[in-house]
């Protein structure tokens, strides 16, 4: 039979990793007894004797509330292994001493992992094992998992545990608390049957320390009610004689042990938090977090905005140029052409699908901004300054989770709000996520902004990102003191990851994904709406045209697009083109830059910039591309003001003065400020048929309704102050 | 009492509190709330809590996401923000 070992240690500790190392391939997985929590065994041997081990979930203590810190004090209390290897982490080795104190505790046969020995070498902290080890009565072995350092010495220290005498472990947690242990102790000793399920003195502090698990196995047992009853009489007088909680005088004791056992072996704090928490001092500053929040949100959207456009210009050119005759020549060769395929090919799929392929080097600039600052444990950081001014003004804590999140967007962003208490915290919540502007909404304001105000590109569009934060702060704030009144806060502390370099994989591998994402949503979603508003447009509904070979204003699309334009005349943007691909932004945000390229219907085919010719035109690509690399590397110190190219004498593309005219013609000669205001309304209007579906699943009908006429109202509301307001200041 | 007064700060503070902030308050360094901290989460006094992440696998599960979803637990427009809150717990007497 093989001889049991449980290998236990905190979250992150590394404890999975020496797992691992230790049993190779020899791995089986099931449940506990009872649980849905994953159990996870496997086999090694030391010098030809068999042992099993158990990997046991993480845990920070074995005082068990959650289930799976139950599972572990429960298998260690009961099953009582005959050696436990603790993992603890060297970097935080105060974190990890806790455990390893309370499995000394118990009375088991340790053999402590001090794991990530080279993190805490590289932060300057020198840890005397021996010293530790003699302290707690265990052996200490230095490893590093992750690279299977220490794995062989762990496997001979388990040899070496197996079988010798365990020596439990003393802490004096002071006169009052151990009078009361030792009356529980005079209790427990004498009943057999309790001494079964732990070491006595154990089984007095966890009762004491109000662990559940150890209160319910006695609860279990015949005739010991009255150690229950003994328990909560002691409970009740240390918390009289000391005006603490029993559990807080006990935890109290143990961490001033540890305290002083780690300042005896390290001579200091741990010195590697010491550079995050100086980053922490400004960025997490209630004065300065704020303006460093949005410098670093102004950064991000220049570079996305600014110095991604030559490659956006390439992408643009090559789509509109030797891509769409390329089509057209392979429907040629199968003799398509001509009819109303080539016009559902070219102007259905390519200039619907092309407009928003034309934005996947912005997107790309923003995925890329994004998983420099999640890597590099910004984003929390920006998440918890967000979070203090929203609470100022009657916004829930957390809120400001979900909301990150939807600068991604919005669909997880209303889902993360089931990380919300109460369901008036998850309403509000979900109602203020989709005012942050998600991803899908960048292709429309970098459009506009390249036409209307391609000298400040970058800070128009930051400007979209901070309006949906102020607005959703506003309506935050008018919900909470109307509809929507404020619970009591739950308290609760957040955590964040130190600071770090960004990691370059995790990096990439985050960017490759969101614009795969981005990329498959165009070949799919983006692909069935243009082909869906290529289908309106070719089918008449007035005048003398046939299916395909309509004049755009009497097709179906037009006469629908017709209908809804007058409501938004006041704003601005009154043409049924305009009101047409605010229509078909319902089913994605970035469906309206490419309804917009099909309403205005341009042939950039035409255009001579590329030599006619396959291989002309594949060399004119390639050739565009390595000049667009080379303008994006002179734009980078453009953001920061140092200009060494003129990046917007471009010639602006044929759609792009089809936008320009629409604007100028609907607004009466005022193209930016209903420019401005139709970003405006894009950034509030209705979010996308996913948002709303998810809303809806998670908040009812009812207020789905209120959630998409209220957008819509406040959109509305919105872009007219922007147009109207602009107009009486002769804006414009 | 130091972990008494921490767990004090915590319950006052209306709502989430970062450990600097603590820090602040309390007049010690942030390396020594994390310790304190480490302290309440083996008493069991505070419990770790997932802000972010469970959610990518609930919208997935519930299919209302959009055609090119990538999959359970896998949505790329998930921002990770990489940070765990921790819950003050009450004990059973």
């Not at chain 1, 840890?127 to 350092?149: M, N």
């Not at chain 1, 008449?540 to 006469?559: K, L």
């Not at chain 2, 921490?6 to 503070?13: C, F, G, W």
């Not at chain 2, 469970?54 to 940070?83: F, N, R, T, Y």
Request: proline share 4%; aromatic share 8%; hydrophobic share 50%.
């Amino acid at each position: 039979m093989k001889r049991r070992v449980a290998i236990a240690g905190c979250p992150n500790a590394g404890k999975t990793s020496l797992f691992n190392q230790l049993t190779g391939a020899k791995q089986k997985v099931g449940n506990w007894p009872g649980q849905t929590v994953e159990q996870f065994s496997g086999e090694f041997e030391v010098a030809t004797e068999g042992f099993e081990i158990v990997d046991l979930p993480g845990c920070y203590g074995l005082v068990a509330v959650s289930a799976e810190e139950a599972i572990a004090a429960t298998y260690l209390a009961e099953e009582r292994p005959e050696v436990v290897v603790t993992v603890a982490d060297a970097s935080n080795l105060t974190g990890s001493l806790h455990l390893v104190a309370q499995i000394a505790e118990l009375g088991l046969q340790q053999v402590v992992a001090l794991n990530m020995v080279d993190v805490a070498e590289r932060r300057g902290i020198e840890i005397d094992e021996q010293r530790l080890g003699a302290t707690l009565g265990v052996e200490v072995v230095r490893t590093v998992a992750r690279r299977g350092l220490g794995t062989e010495d762990v496997k001979r220290a388990i040899g070496r545990a197996a079988g010798a005498t365990a020596q439990q472990l003393v802490i004096d947690y002071g006169p009052v608390a151990e009078r009361h242990i030792g009356g529980l102790l005079e209790n427990i000793v004498t009943r057999p049957e309790m001494t079964a399920i732990g070491a006595p003195r154990w089984t007095a502090l966890q009762l004491l320390a109000g662990d559940t698990g150890t209160r319910d196995r006695i609860a279990a047992l015949a005739g010991c009610d009255d150690v229950l009853v003994a328990t909560a009489t002691a409970r009740d007088d240390i918390s009289a004689e000391t005006g603490y909680e029993a559990e807080m005088v006990l935890a109290e004791r143990r961490f001033e042990w540890i305290a002083r056992l780690v300042a005896s072996m390290t001579g200091s704090v741990e010195p590697g938090l010491l550079w995050s928490d100086r980053m922490d001092r400004v960025l997490t500053n209630r004065f300065l977090g704020i303006p460093a929040f949005i410098a670093v949100m102004w950064l991000v959207l220049r570079v996305t905005a600014d110095v991604t456009a030559p490659y956006l210009d390439w992408v643009d050119a090559t789509m509109a140029g030797p891509v769409s005759r390329w089509a057209v020549d392979l429907l040629g060769l199968v003799g398509a052409d001509g009819g109303w395929i080539e016009s559902l090919v070219v102007d259905g799929v390519l200039a619907g699908v092309g407009a928003v392929l034309v934005f996947v080097p912005v997107l790309f600039a923003l995925y890329l901004m994004l998983a420099l600052l999640e890597d590099s444990g910004y984003m929390s950081r920006a998440a918890a300054v967000m979070d203090r001014a929203m609470r100022a003004v009657g916004i829930p804590g957390k809120a400001f989770l979900p909301m990150m999140v939807g600068f991604g967007c919005t669909v997880p962003a209303i889902y993360a709000t089931r990380t919300l208490d109460s369901s008036r915290d998850r309403l509000l919540t979900g109602l203020l996520t989709p005012f942050m502007s998600c991803g899908a909404r960048l292709p429309v304001y970098i459009l506009l902004a390249a036409v209307f105000f391609a000298d400040a590109k970058g800070s128009v569009v930051f400007s979209m990102y901070l309006l949906g934060i102020g607005v959703a702060v506003f309506i935050g704030f008018l919900l909470s003191k109307t509809a929507l009144r404020e619970d009591d806060p739950t308290p609760f502390v957040m955590v964040l990851p130190e600071f770090r370099l960004p990691n370059a994989r995790t990096v990439w591998v985050l960017v490759r994904q969101r614009t795969g994402s981005f990329i498959k949503g165009a070949g799919t979603t983006i692909l069935l709406a243009s082909m869906a508003v290529w289908l309106l447009l070719a089918l008449p509904v007035s005048g003398d045209g046939g299916f395909a070979d309509t004049e755009i204003e009497s097709s179906a699309f037009g006469a629908v697009s017709k209908g809804v334009a007058p409501i938004l005349d006041p704003l601005g943007f009154g043409e049924w083109e305009q009101a047409g691909s605010l229509l078909s932004g319902f089913v994605a945000k970035e469906v309206v830059v490419s309804t917009v390229a099909q309403l205005y219907s341009v042939d950039e085919a035409e255009s001579d910039q590329y030599a006619i010719g396959f291989f002309d035109d594949l060399k004119d690509v390639g050739t565009s591309f390595v000049e667009a690399s080379a303008d994006t590397l002179r734009a980078i110190p453009a953001v920061v003001g140092l200009d060494f190219i003129d990046l917007d004498d471009s010639t602006p593309t044929a759609l792009q003065a089809a936008v320009r005219t629409s604007f100028e013609t609907g607004s009466g000669g005022r193209g930016r400020l209903a420019a401005l205001g139709f970003m405006v309304f894009v950034l509030l209007y209705t979010p996308c048929m996913a948002a709303v579906a998810a809303f809806r699943q998670e908040f009812g009908t009812r207020w789905m309704w209120i959630s998409v006429l209220g957008q819509f109202a406040i959109a509305w509301l919105g872009a007219f102050l922007v147009f109207q307001g602009g107009k009486l200041v002769g804006l414009g | 009492m130091k972990l008494a007064a921490l767990l004090t700060e915590i319950e006052r503070a209306s709502g989430p509190i970062l450990g600097t902030d603590l820090a602040h308050r309390l007049g010690v360094e942030p390396v020594e709330v994390a310790a304190m901290l480490s302290a309440l989460k083996a008493s069991g006094r505070l419990g770790p809590e997932a802000t972010s992440g469970p959610a990518a696998s609930d919208c997935v599960s519930s299919g209302a996401c959009s055609m090119s979803c990538p999959g359970p637990g896998e949505c790329s427009l998930m921002i990770d923000l990489s940070m765990t809150g921790l819950e003050v717990r009450r004990l059973a007497n």
